[in-house]
């Protein structure tokens, strides 16, 4: 069979030749719904979906599984924000969870909230709307400045996000609202209800996205540099009391890199000690914990599921489930946390199912970039409205054919991913002898997931170097000795391939080594190790960094590929935002609350059962004036400006 032209494949998947129906959007048919589940922190390669079967039973069993999506940064409000511009975080500048890096207010000032995914969505005539957590910074402190784009958002607000039996939230701008005695999931689940048969009995096809927090750990606490709010630690996600008692004398998964004796890593990982009893307690602790928050979520996934069964949707609704970003518990000596470039905190569950997809599964890389563009795919929004900046692509040609022959027809097939993180490491633990946190986290790297090969390359902001055959070393526990004269041919491509992708921008971003070879003569790894290239590559200069930060900073991270000279080469996405380069520097501004507010006293553990939306939605009150921290006049004025 001769392999399809990318053109071909991709008129194939949208007429529905390939996929079954395309769109949806055509031949006087009904236009498909999407719905959007999306956790925070559930990890894919320590088995938590095993706790979650209306994913597995009802949405995997009838979908398509990517088993290489990745986060492009571990950690929650650079990886959603790349989500939902389609773009890479060296491009978006939202690179942390609070200022200078990132955070809502950077968001916001950044002017990328002006052109995002629900302005997109609604561009193709469909209603967009938002229930659960948005990102890091959107809290009691400036709740007026809703979020754009939304016909309908409904968000948890920091300081609560992640103290789940204090659960605050703000509709569309209105002033926050505390839901007493309730537990965060069974509101998040309330208000999914109630939206979804909104949408169902609107005559407007529509786009939801349900955001739990669960499995994320506990904080009830705040960042350690907000010395007037409460401090106590980051602890085990606490489930609804419901689920208190479930999976009795379950422990952390004992995989190969769990708790290693000999620890081979750069940076601060490489300083951590053997894990002591106490630690190993804390990481079993931690993923009991998660698996009965996510019973939780089972029951909100398996309702909203259940309506769109009963009002005849579900086969005319696409159904996608992701998470931010992965986590570990006891990988690497770490007990539990993420912010790290190894495959238990990038590789994410995605799973579609709907109208066209296939059941089945690919083994090409993807990663949260792609989700923009494949959902302007199947809602049917013309390729000449899409946004110029892209870095992703439309992945439903990934369902197109066998493997071998959609890997021919997107010739360059797609074999890198991109992760890069500034910032500090987050140990999430309370109570152990550990270091929480530690500056020498920044780092650079690129996967390479090629047809019967795979490797990762890590630069770190301490200018330490590793790469892993994950192929012959899945769990990245042996680094490849660059200095050897057998590995210097690998080290030097993969050096090259990295400083190209480090600053990459739209199709640069899907295929970096036509970055590197214009002539189209290299379109992998194995194109790039013959021999006639070595000069080339020996030339290139070696990534680096001056210092670590924890923020984007351009001279921090000179060279470039191609250099950037006289205000020449990469731009770092600054064409399609404000310039935000350290933004609040010497601030941070995550916590989310006004500097004294009175917060409200996590007190209670809630959820014995689920008491639906009316009982829920009607036991909730207005934060007062004091737990605002500031009179609502002079917030509503504050974030007009």
């Not at 096809?205 to 739990?212: D, E, M, S, Y």
């Not at 590995?487 to 590197?516: D, F, H, I, V, Y």
Request: glycine share 8%.
């Amino acid at each position: 069979m001769r392999a399809l032209s990318l053109a071909v494949l991709g008129s194939l998947v949208v007429s529905g030749t390939v996929a079954g129906h395309g769109s949806g959007s055509s031949h006087g048919r009904k236009r498909p719904n999407v719905l959007f589940l999306f956790t925070d922190d559930q990890d894919l390669l320590l088995g938590s979906l095993n706790y979650v079967d209306a994913v597995t039973d009802r949405i995997q069993k009838h979908g398509f599984t990517f088993d290489n999506h990745h986060a492009t940064v571990s950690l929650c409000c650079p990886s959603r924000v790349a989500l939902l511009r389609g773009q890479h975080a060296h491009n978006t500048n939202i690179t942390y969870v609070s200022a200078p890096g990132g955070g809502y207010e950077k968001w916001v000032a950044s002017g990328q909230d002006q052109d995002y995914l629900p302005h997109w969505i609604k561009k193709a005539g469909y209603r967009a709307e938002h229930i659960g957590k948005l990102m890091n910074g959107y809290g009691t402190n400036n709740w007026a400045n809703s979020p754009k784009g939304w016909d309908h958002f409904d968000g948890l607000l920091d300081p609560y996000t992640y103290i789940y039996n204090s659960p605050v939230f703000s509709a569309n701008g209105e002033t926050p609202v505390y839901y007493t005695d309730q537990h965060q999931t069974d509101v998040i689940h309330a208000k999914a209800v109630t939206r979804l048969k909104a949408l169902i009995a609107g005559d407007q096809p529509w786009f939801l996205t349900v955001a739990p927090v669960a499995p994320h750990q506990q904080f009830n606490s705040v960042p350690h540099d907000f010395p007037y709010l409460p401090q106590s630690g980051k602890y085990p996600p606490v489930p609804l009391a419901r689920h208190a008692n479930l999976y009795p004398g379950l422990k952390a998964p004992r995989t190969p890199n769990f708790n290693p004796k000999h620890q081979q890593k750069p940076s601060w990982v490489g300083e951590l000690p053997y894990m002591d009893a106490a630690s190993l307690a804390f990481s079993d602790d931690t993923y009991r914990r998660r698996a009965q928050a996510l019973a939780g979520v089972n029951e909100i996934f398996h309702d909203l599921l259940n309506i769109l069964e009963d009002a005849g949707e579900l086969d005319n609704t696409y159904i996608i489930f992701s998470a931010d970003h992965g986590y570990h518990v006891g990988q690497h000596r770490v007990p539990a946390g993420k912010t790290l470039p190894y495959r238990e905190d990038t590789q994410v569950p995605f799973i579609i199912r709907g109208p066209g997809v296939p059941h089945g599964r690919s083994r090409l890389p993807s990663h949260h970039v792609d989700l923009a563009p494949t959902l302007l795919q199947f809602i049917g929004l013309p390729r000449e409205q899409w946004p110029t900046f892209f870095d992703g692509r439309d992945i439903s040609t990934y369902w197109a054919g066998d493997e071998h022959h959609v890997r021919a027809a997107l010739h360059p097939a797609p074999e890198t991913v991109q992760i890069e993180y500034w910032g500090t490491s987050i140990i999430e633990t309370a109570g152990l002898n550990l270091t929480t946190y530690d500056p020498r986290n920044t780092y650079k790297t690129v996967r390479v997931v090629g047809d019967g090969y795979g490797y990762l390359y890590s630069h770190w902001c301490t200018n330490e170097t590793e790469a892993y055959d994950t192929v012959a070393d899945p769990y990245e526990l042996h680094p490849l000795n660059l200095t050897s004269p057998k590995n210097a041919a690998l080290a030097s491509r993969l050096n090259g391939l990295l400083l190209a992708s480090k600053s990459c921008e739209q199709a640069s971003c899907r295929s970096p080594w036509t970055l590197l070879h214009p002539d189209g003569s290299v379109a992998s790894l194995r194109d790039a190790l013959r021999r006639t290239h070595d000069a080339f590559y020996a030339a290139l200069p070696r990534v680096a960094f001056k210092e670590c930060l924890d923020y984007q900073l351009r001279a921090n991270e000179q060279p470039f590929f191609p250099p950037f000279t006289d205000g020449v080469g990469p731009t770092l996405g600054e064409r399609y935002r404000q310039s935000t380069d350290a933004y609040g520097l010497g601030r941070r501004d995550g916590a989310g609350a006004a500097e004294g507010a009175v917060i409200i006293p996590d007190a209670g553990r809630f959820g014995e059962k689920y008491e639906g939306a009316e009982r829920i939605e009607g036991g909730k009150r207005v934060l007062t004036d004091d737990e605002l921290g500031l009179a609502t006049s002079v917030v509503r004025d504050f974030y007009a400006l």
